[in-house]
């Protein structure tokens, strides 16, 4: 286990927040690479890699918070 202590309502707000503006960035991204080089591009696919990744973030951050908010 980790000997750190739980985010606090305040940092766990700060956070969602700050990986929305991240997604919001990510998806941004993406969509130019998509469109600059294609979407089989590397560029491309490693752009819509770092969204995904970024979302399945965001669903497990909801979860915790759904059990802690329980």
Known sequence: MSDHGPLSNRQLQ????????????????AKLMRATHGPDDPRAVRAQDIRDAIQRFQWAMERQWKTVGA
């Open 14 to 29: 700060q956070v969602n927040e700050d990986v929305a503006e991240l997604a919001s960035r990510a998806e941004e991204l």
